[in-house]
């Protein structure tokens, strides 16, 4: 009904509003003196936590992007490789799993039929087992070891979006705490990144503020568009597959994440006079230097016609000459740029479905949660 909608126009135009509060509700408590902990992960203990070899994340859908955002913080914080895996593809392949594996499973519902038979598996194969959970006593974090949740709130639109910035959220806190355990990042590190993280949410605010008009219109002026694609290296990637998957689902286009570096590998060709590209720009200011990269391969595309939106840093003079359009984000370290750049995705697909006259909170075919296999 309109009075649990809150005078939005949809649930999903709520969610997004509140993702500030998303990530902003899964870190309270879980820091204490400016460091992290996780009292959740008591069950598995601290012990078991420094001696585990190698991390296997599951999920689905969104929650599978998240995860792989997760890799990359949980690799560069406390030093243990990552893999992220489908959990469909997971199951039926034999892991090889062993007591110093950690399994990680992300899933909003807690309730997912393909993610729910991984986390069986897992436990019955000796690994440990910790569930990221947006749902109190859901399935999932009832068979694993300990549980994270994270507290974005109800989610009643079929597609996810303030579930993913929390997921994200409660990764990084999970990568923190294995930091401090195994002792893999200095105290002054830890401190910056949960100061960093605490400052998402006035960001994302700041996002939600500066964006909505103008996506608003880049959406209504695109209703014809057939295909899009999305850009983005490193943590831009999973942005890119994110803002991909939402045109998917919301909007029934057809559309494609790719890894920036992957461009001249296949996905140049497709690009022709007028094909509308997303691309995630890291930070000029980013100790990688992956910025140059990404304003070089906005420039291949565009030389060969491609309609280029950029999602950059505010003040990033590179980028303004070779983009059509650019969407502005705040300043932040480049693990939590995703945090932002993926919310003017959010409101992209969104707007989009509703341009073209379609219902964004059940979109065809799709279930909020898919409990068969
Ligand atoms: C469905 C939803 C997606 C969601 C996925 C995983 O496909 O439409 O939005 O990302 O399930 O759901 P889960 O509840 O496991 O996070």
Redesign the pocket.
């Known amino acids: 009904s309109a009075s649990e909608k809150g005078g939005w126009s949809s649930f999903m135009a709520k969610e997004i509003s509140e993702e500030p509060e998303a990530v902003g509700n899964t870190i309270l408590g879980r820091t204490h003196d400016g460091l992290v902990h996780l009292e959740e992960l008591a069950p598995i203990g601290d012990a078991a936590l420094k001696d585990v070899d190698r991390i296997v994340i599951i999920?689905?859908?969104?929650?599978?992007y998240a995860g792989m955002l997760g890799k990359y913080a949980i690799e560069q914080w406390a030093r243990i490789p990552v893999d992220v895996e489908l959990s469909h593809e997971f199951r039926y392949r034999d892991p090889i799993l062993s007591d110093r594996t950690l399994v990680i499973s992300?899933?909003?519902?807690?309730?997912?039929m393909d993610?729910l038979m991984a986390v069986k598996y897992a436990m019955a194969s000796g690994a440990h087992v910790l569930s990221v959970c947006?749902?109190q006593g859901a399935t999932?974090p009832r068979e694993s070891h300990a549980v994270v949740y994270t507290h974005a709130g109800p989610e009643v639109a079929?597609?996810?979006t303030k579930?993913?910035v929390a997921?994200v959220t409660a990764l990084y806190l999970i990568g923190l705490h294995l930091a401090a355990v195994r002792g893999t990042l200095d105290e002054a590190a830890h401190r910056s990144a949960v100061d960093e993280l605490a400052s998402v949410p006035a960001k994302i605010s700041e996002v939600l503020e500066v964006s909505q008009a103008e996506i608003g219109q880049l959406a209504r002026w695109m209703t014809e568009t057939q295909s899009v694609l999305f850009l983005g290296r490193h943590v831009g990637f999973p942005v890119a597959l994110e803002g991909a998957?939402k045109l998917k689902?919301l909007a029934y286009i057809h559309a494609e994440g790719f890894a920036a570096g992957e461009l001249k590998h296949g996905p140049i060709a497709l690009i022709e006079p007028g094909q509308v590209v997303f691309v995630i720009v890291p930070s000029p200011r980013d100790p990688s230097s992956l910025h140059p990269k990404v304003v070089s391969n906005i420039q291949e595309i565009r030389a060969r016609g491609a309609r280029v939106i950029a999602i950059a840093e505010k003040g990033d003079a590179a980028v303004l000459p070779f983009a059509d359009e650019v969407i502005p984000i705040p300043l932040a370290g480049s693990l939590f740029e995703p945090l932002l750049a993926v919310v003017p995705l959010h409101i992209f697909g969104m707007e989009l479905a509703a341009a073209k006259g379609l219902d964004v909170d059940q979109?065809r075919n799709?279930?909020?949660?898919?409990t068969v296999e």
């Open positions: 999920a689905c859908g969104t929650a599978a992300i899933s909003q519902s807690g309730e997912t993610t947006n749902t999932i079929v597609a996810s579930a993913f997921q998957l689902e979109p799709l279930a909020k949660s898919v």
